[in-house]
């Protein structure tokens, strides 16, 4: 149901638009496989994917949407995001930062930071991104009736 929602919303912004969808999604993507690479990078946390990481990717899939934390290479203590409960189980990431395919090569890092002063089994995630965009109106070149040219 929540896929299903957030894929009407998504439908409904402008293809020229940058879409950033970020939060918890409690997906467990894990590491893609070759025939996976075009949704994401290589540098996802080894894990096990479970339903909601199918729903994720499909998700990306369906409206071009780039998984930023998969792409750049961080230690694993920057790419977990979730601490469960009890001792015994792995750490993983649940928590990611999408954005247009488009525009993901405006994003410079993305990781995250446990030393935050929030009490939660999650972690902050942080996204930098440089996006540039055109100083002013262009300046058109002049026109010349094409009579002029030939002379």
Known sequence: MFYRRLSGLIRQVKTTDIVILAGDINAQVGRLSSLESHLGGRFGVDASRTDNGDRHLQ???????????????????????????TANQPWTELDYVAISHRWKITIQDCRSFWGTQFDSDHTMVRAHLTVRFPSGPRKSARSMPIHYLRR
Do not use: E
């Not at 071009?64 to 995001?81: C, D, E, G, I, Y």
């Open 59 to 85: 998700l990306c899939a369906d409206h071009k949407l780039f998984p930023a934390s998969t792409n750049l290479q961080h230690k694993r203590s920057h790419r977990v995001t979730c601490r469960p409960p």
